[in-house]
């Protein structure tokens, strides 16, 4: 039944590019330029650095400022605490990926691995600052979408260490040879990972453009649809539709869940790993929830959120 589903899928894809083509042109250019302008120089040297702190097995020192906070608060390994630290800095999907090549090469263990995808694979402190942050309404502070997008890691946390039966801190686990790379292989291993995000970017920026052309009126609801399928586009959108604690709202929500774009370019980087991509959906989904709590609680406190 799944598989009939996904191949009349692909045909239905494949006809309304034959129908309609120059809106997968303009699709697919919008896509492969965010990706070339934005992801490529915002994503790709931080990659290769951590491939080579991975290969150089120099994970302790960057981790060492907080090492005793990650394995207290989060219960990690020294390599589960930096994927998390790479998930944080780096963006989608650094994190899942560290994770998965962590699970491969056997520096974390396959229960570590479940847990640390629900909380390691977040938009980074640069992309919130730099681009959501632009589509802010002047009446929402930036603080407040930093602090609804990662305040929830905290009870997500708590969550799957129950759900995964965490119960301390992970034990660190020997490095294997198989786990050491040249300069020369990182580079192409991360070359390969963001050629994959820019097909996943590319073709949901299709999709993107397609729902914009949809003979719907009600601009509100393709714009939440933009973000539920694209954070770039979707915030672009609901940044000109929405306004004050709405449009905050829409673009917190949006960002915490990472939209269908990035689920797929996670789900691109976990598979050979074992790691299931429903649990992560269902946790980003959650975290999503918890954003939307946490702002709405936050912006009913008139000292911390001033009314315009």
């Known amino acids: 039944?799944?598989?009939?589903?996904?191949?009349?899928?692909?045909?239905?894809?494949?006809?309304?590019?034959?129908?309609?083509?120059?809106?997968?042109?303009?699709?697919?250019?919008?896509?492969?330029?965010?990706?070339?302008?934005?992801?490529?120089?915002?994503?790709?040297?931080?990659?290769?650095?951590?491939?080579?702190?991975?290969?150089?097995?120099?994970?302790?020192?960057?981790?060492?400022?907080?090492?005793?906070?990650?394995?207290?608060?989060?219960?990690?390994?020294?390599?589960?605490?930096?994927?998390?630290?790479?998930?944080?800095?780096?963006?989608?999907?650094?994190?899942?990926?560290?994770?998965?090549?962590?699970?491969?090469?056997?520096?974390?263990?396959?229960?570590?691995?479940?847990?640390?995808?629900?909380?390691?694979?977040?938009?980074?402190?640069?992309?919130?600052?730099?681009?959501?942050?632009?589509?802010?309404?002047?009446?929402?502070?930036?603080?407040?979408?930093?602090?609804?997008?990662?305040l929830p890691i905290l009870p997500v946390s708590a969550a799957a260490r129950a759900y995964y039966r965490i119960t301390g801190p992970a034990r660190s686990l020997p490095v294997s040879k198989k786990a050491v790379q040249t300069f020369d292989d990182s580079l192409m291993d991360s070359c390969?990972?963001?050629?994959?995000?820019?097909?996943?970017?590319?073709?949901?920026?299709?999709?993107?453009?397609?729902?914009?052309?949809?003979?719907?009126?009600?601009?509100?609801?393709?714009?939440i649809l933009l973000g539920l399928v694209e954070i770039t586009t979707g915030i672009k959108a609901i940044s000109e539709t929405f306004s004050g604690f709405s449009g905050g709202l829409w673009i917190a929500a949006a960002t915490a869940f990472g939209g269908l774009s990035g689920i797929f370019q996670t789900k691109s980087v976990i598979k050979n790993a074992g790691l299931s991509i429903r649990h992560y959906v269902a946790w980003k989904a959650f975290h999503g929830l918890l954003t939307i709590i946490l702002f709405i609680l936050l912006t009913q406190v008139p000292v911390l959120v001033p009314s315009p």
């Open 1 to 150: 039944m799944k598989k009939s589903f996904f191949r009349l899928l692909s045909v239905a894809a494949l006809f309304f590019l034959l129908l309609r083509p120059s809106i997968a042109y303009e699709g697919a250019r919008n896509g492969l330029l965010l990706w070339g302008s934005v992801v490529v120089p915002t994503l790709l040297p931080f990659m290769i650095c951590s491939n080579v702190i991975v290969a150089l097995n120099a994970i302790h020192i960057l981790i060492f400022p907080v090492k005793r906070l990650l394995h207290r608060f989060f219960c990690l390994s020294d390599a589960g605490s930096y994927a998390l630290v790479s998930g944080l800095l780096c963006g989608y999907p650094m994190g899942a990926r560290t994770c998965s090549d962590f699970m491969d090469n056997g520096r974390i263990t396959e229960n570590e691995g479940k847990y640390l995808l629900a909380i390691c694979n977040h938009p980074s402190p640069m992309f919130l600052l730099g681009y959501a942050a632009s589509g802010l309404p002047q009446t929402v502070p930036v603080w407040l979408l930093l602090v609804c997008i990662y």
């Open 192 to 223: 390969e990972v963001m050629v994959k995000i820019g097909g996943y970017i590319m073709l949901f920026s299709i999709l993107a453009l397609y729902i914009t052309k949809l003979p719907v009126n009600i601009p509100e609801y393709k714009a």
